[in-house]
């Protein structure tokens, strides 16, 4: 079965400063792969996805993250953070585009003023 | 705008009375619908997934005579929380997955927050 590991459970980091978000996923096959954002009390926001293709892959907001298969990791970077950015990340892992969405543990992003 | 809808959006029920959630695909027909619950400070773990026309298939350690999920029509699935206690207190999360036509993606609704008093 396929699953994620976000190893970080919380990450500070001081506004305008560049950012990276840790993931490692575990699939026998190429997976879906995906970063939501969740704003305390709010629903899933996607931030981008990876199916196949180009493994550098741009989403909102100025995000971006990597796929590196030999790494068994799905990265998502950001060069400069916003106080806006502040809320809980989450990599998720899929075997195909219908199927359920398995999500890691997330992340904590706090900014410094 | 949302194109997976989830009502209501809020709700505060009695202990030991039912109390029902609906996910809506709004402009397209959704063949699997998916249904999360997240604890407060904690992930999303799937509860089960919802197949129109047939029984939903359960995740490991859910009770399936607690958590009655009907996926009557391609557009509908609900989640009926049966003898609400205060330990089913949660924000339950639906998705939906496209049966054609727009794109590679998986929708999530807004989410349901359940308080049982």
């Known amino acids: 079965a396929q699953s994620v590991t976000q190893p970080d459970i919380h990450i500070t980091v001081s506004e305008g400063a560049s950012l990276e978000l840790r993931c490692n996923y575990s699939y026998g096959a190429t997976p879906y792969l995906f970063w939501y954002v969740q704003s305390p009390g709010q629903g899933l926001q996607l931030l981008l996805k990876?199916?196949?293709?180009?493994?550098l892959v741009q989403g909102i907001k100025g995000f971006e993250a990597e796929f590196k298969r030999s790494q068994s990791s799905f990265n998502l970077r950001k060069p400069s953070v916003h106080w806006s950015d502040a809320a809980e990340y989450f990599c998720a892992v899929a075997r195909n585009r219908d199927d359920k969405i398995i999500f890691g543990k997330g992340t904590r992003l706090h900014i410094l003023p | 705008g949302a194109v997976v809808s989830q009502h209501p959006s809020r709700v505060i029920c009695k202990s030991g009375t039912s109390v029902k959630i609906e996910c809506r695909s709004l402009?397209?027909?959704?063949?699997?619908m998916f249904w999360y619950r997240q604890f407060p400070k904690q992930s999303l773990m799937l509860m089960a997934t919802?197949?129109?026309?047939?029984?939903?298939?359960?995740e490991q350690g859910v009770e399936k005579d607690k958590f009655l999920i009907n996926h009557a029509s391609l557009t509908l699935s609900t989640l009926t929380v049966t003898s609400a206690h205060p330990e089913d207190s949660s924000f339950y999360i639906c998705s939906a997955s496209p049966r054609s036509g727009k794109g590679n993606t998986i929708y999530f609704g807004e989410g349901s927050w359940l308080t049982v008093v």
């Open positions: 919802s197949n129109e026309g047939s029984k939903a298939t359960y």
């Open positions: 402009d397209f027909q959704a063949t699997t």
């Open positions: 990876y199916f196949s293709g180009d493994t």
